[in-house]
């Protein structure tokens, strides 16, 4: 009974401490500066497109979208955010503050699993509100049988496994299959990573750089250089002695060292 208890406290505080919980890529940045996938903007541009993630019931990480997170910072892009099913409400409002303080980012977002109806509520308060939400993922969707082509005006792609029979009704812009994966395996696929770094590129595209021309700039000189005055060299006054400091020594005789013979004595 005492081994049947400590099971399932540890099962229980695995399944408490994995909700909610976020960790910080401090690499992620570096990393982008030297992308793995062929990227035809530049950091500047590409640090202005943000990808929020939604985890569903996969509290445990068996799906590694942690580690979907860290792959997409190597293919150039670092602004991703990842957090679970319950931090809808706070992932609006980060929706709204990187919108105010950036008004030429560009947003995605993606849901894994059983967080379908979440995501799907997100993205209609963001096009209601009018944040500039470029499209929106879904892998392996559940609880949600529509046709988001009529119902979401915005581009959407759901990611599917072979097997998984969750969301069969649910369709959008793109509907793709990726072989030979199961529930977990298909967000760190590669054919994954690389379906969403394009919908991130095209997001890109969308970025607007605002022009530097209208940017006051000041001159190079505050006034014109003073033109020197002309000197004539027989009017110079040699320095007074007192300024010999400022000579060569053997310039003047009287600081003209002697050499000093010093006799030797020859043999008898």
């Known amino acids: 009974m005492t081994a049947k208890l400590w099971?399932?406290?540890l099962a229980a505080g695995l399944l408490v401490g994995g909700v909610g919980c976020v960790s910080c890529n401090n690499k992620g940045?570096?990393?982008?500066?030297?992308?793995?996938?062929?990227?035809?903007?530049?950091?500047?541009?590409?640090?202005?497109?943000?990808?929020?993630?939604?985890?569903?019931?996969d509290v445990l990480e068996f799906a590694g979208m942690l580690d979907l997170?860290?792959?997409?910072?190597?293919?150039?892009?670092?602004?991703?955010?990842?957090?679970?099913?319950?931090?809808?409400?706070?992932?609006y409002r980060e929706l709204r503050r990187v919108v105010r303080d950036d008004p030429s980012a560009r947003v995605l977002l993606l849901g894994y699993g059983a967080c379908t109806d979440r995501v799907l509520a997100l993205a209609r308060d963001s096009i209601r509100d009018q944040l500039p939400l470029d499209g929106v993922i879904f892998i392996d969707p559940v609880?949600?049988?529509?046709?988001?082509?009529?119902?979401?005006?915005?581009?959407t792609m759901i990611i599917r496994s072979p097997l998984w029979v969750g969301g069969t009704g649910l369709s959008g812009t793109e509907n793709i299959t990726?072989?030979?994966?199961?529930?977990?395996?298909?967000?760190?696929?590669?054919?994954t990573v690389e379906?969403?770094?394009?919908?991130?590129?095209?997001?890109?595209?969308?970025?607007?750089?605002?022009?530097?021309?209208?940017?006051?700039?000041?001159?190079?000189?505050d006034k014109p250089l003073p033109t020197p005055r002309p000197i004539d060299p027989a009017t110079l006054l040699p320095p007074p002695p007192e300024w010999t400091f400022l000579k060569p020594p053997c310039r003047y005789?009287?600081?003209?060292?002697?050499?000093?013979?010093?006799?030797?004595?020859t043999p008898q």
């Not at 982008?32 to 035809?40: G, I, N």
């Not at 977990?184 to 590669?190: A, F, K, L, Q, T």
């Not at 005789?253 to 004595?265: F, G, H, T």
Request: charged residues 20%; contains cysteine.
């Open 253 to 265: 005789p009287s600081m003209v060292i002697e050499p000093i013979v010093i006799p030797i004595a």
């Open 7 to 9: 099971v399932a406290g």
């Open 29 to 57: 940045f570096s990393e982008s500066l030297h992308p793995t996938a062929t990227c035809e903007y530049p950091p500047y541009v590409r640090q202005k497109v943000y990808l929020f993630m939604m985890n569903g019931l």
């Open 178 to 191: 990726v072989s030979h994966t199961h529930h977990y395996s298909v967000p760190n696929h590669p054919s």
């Open 143 to 155: 609880g949600v049988d529509c046709d988001l082509q009529t119902t979401l005006p915005t581009h």
């Open 69 to 91: 997170r860290d792959k997409l910072s190597k293919t150039g892009y670092p602004k991703v955010y990842y957090a679970q099913r319950e931090d809808k409400e706070w992932y």
């Open 195 to 221: 379906f969403i770094h394009r919908l991130m590129s095209e997001s890109a595209s969308r970025v607007r750089i605002e022009s530097t021309d209208n940017i006051p700039r000041l001159p190079l000189y």
